[in-house]
């Protein structure tokens, strides 16, 4: 059974720190591009990062470039998404993701066909 389990996420104040973690297990994902996603109350799910199969490229979306690192750790079927100076509006249910997509679609959530449960994120002033 392939799974996707998110880790890492919690309750911080603003400009606070969170390290969110996404373990696959089931199958190996080294060759997959990995994605992370969120979706807040009452918003459709928005793409956050992806990263391709060797770390080689990464995208961010423009809300929180400069804020937010992803990285991958292909031997331990792990990929991360490392985020400062945290914003109320970054609170979300952040979901992480692998597909065998192209990079041109890194950033549409149907090219993705695994998905985790997602973590609460949630940013208080």
């Known amino acids: 059974q392939v799974q996707l389990v998110e880790s890492g996420g919690g309750s911080v104040q603003v400009g606070g720190s969170l390290r969110l973690s996404c373990a696959a297990s089931?199958?190996?994902?080294?060759?997959?591009?990995r994605g992370w996603f969120r979706q807040a109350p009452g918003k459709e799910r928005e793409f956050v990062a992806a990263?391709?199969?060797?770390?080689?490229?990464?995208d961010y979306a423009d809300s929180v470039k400069g804020r937010v690192t992803i990285s991958r750790d292909n031997a331990k079927n792990t990929v991360f998404l490392q985020m400062n100076s945290l914003k109320p509006e970054d609170t979300a249910v952040y979901y992480c993701a692998a597909g065998p997509t192209g990079w041109d679609r890194a950033r549409i959530p149907s090219a993705y066909n695994y998905w985790g449960q997602g973590t609460q994120v949630t940013v208080s002033a």
């Open positions: 990263i391709s199969w060797n770390g080689g490229s990464t």
């Open positions: 089931g199958r190996t994902f080294s060759r997959y591009i």
